[in-house]
């Protein structure tokens, strides 16, 4: 069965770093998505992409946090500067077509533990 | 702003019975609706899924329940198996852009 793939499955940063969190979507999706959850808490959307742009963002995805789908099959999460509160668990998602965007449930990845001190 | 929520942090059942887990929104723009279970450590996986122009959905042992004027949707899992403990998240979307999800629900399945 496809499955939405994540790289690394976790990373410890010191707080100021990049980091970069690497998602395989399934291969003929075409919606991607990244959303966290910090520790005890709900599972919050960061940024949905379609048609190599962002679609829709939160008010948590801010100047720090880019996406890119740089080769077609990768879409990748970056943290320019790291701060404690980003450290959460890091899940891409992604979506096919099948009657439009409204229908079609989203296939989670096992998600990327970020730990930032 | 909760637009997604789910008021039972947790749920006991035993096994063989019936569970039901509620979520309520408040976003009448939200047209499609998913549950998700979750285990520790690994990523939502998707169980079953209502559009708004369906008051039920059924898919084995899970049925979903839409009731558009409460503002309010139901999971039933019957019969209730251990390996149904998990976490519970009801999500929803409207008009194709992203889900939100609620807080979930922690689900335990006694033998």
């Known amino acids: 069965e496809p499955e939405v793939t994540q790289t690394p499955s976790h990373q410890v940063t010191q707080m100021g770093q990049e980091v970069i969190l690497r998602c395989v979507p399934i291969?003929?999706?075409?919606?991607f998505y990244w959303y966290r959850q910090i520790l005890g808490q709900k599972v919050e959307f960061l940024v949905s992409?379609?048609?190599?742009?962002?679609?829709?963002k939160s008010e948590i995805f801010d100047d720090q946090f880019s996406v890119e789908r740089p080769d077609g099959s990768n879409f990748t999460l970056k943290i320019r500067s790291t701060k404690l509160e980003d450290s959460a668990m890091y899940f891409c998602?992604?979506?096919?077509?099948?009657?439009?965007?409204?229908?079609?449930?989203?296939?989670f990845g096992e998600g990327s533990r970020l730990t930032v001190l | 702003d909760q637009q997604v929520k789910q008021n039972s942090p947790s749920l006991s059942v035993q096994e063989g019975r019936i569970s039901i887990l509620n979520c309520d929104y408040t976003n009448s723009m939200f047209d499609y609706f998913l549950w998700y279970k979750k285990y520790p450590a690994e990523g939502p996986t998707f169980l079953i899924s209502?559009?708004?122009?369906?008051d039920k959905n059924e898919d084995g042992r899970f049925t979903v329940f839409l009731n558009k004027s409460a503002k309010h949707l139901s999971l039933h899992i019957v019969p209730s198996q251990p390996g149904d403990s998990a976490v519970y998240f009801c999500a929803a979307s409207a008009y194709g852009q992203n889900f939100v999800f609620g807080p979930g629900t922690r689900l335990s399945v006694l033998p």
């Open positions: 291969s003929n999706h075409l919606y």
């Open positions: 998602a992604s979506r096919g077509l099948a009657g439009g965007p409204n229908t079609g449930e989203l296939f």
């Open positions: 992409f379609y048609n190599n742009e962002i679609s829709e």
């Open positions: 209502i559009s708004s122009i369906k």
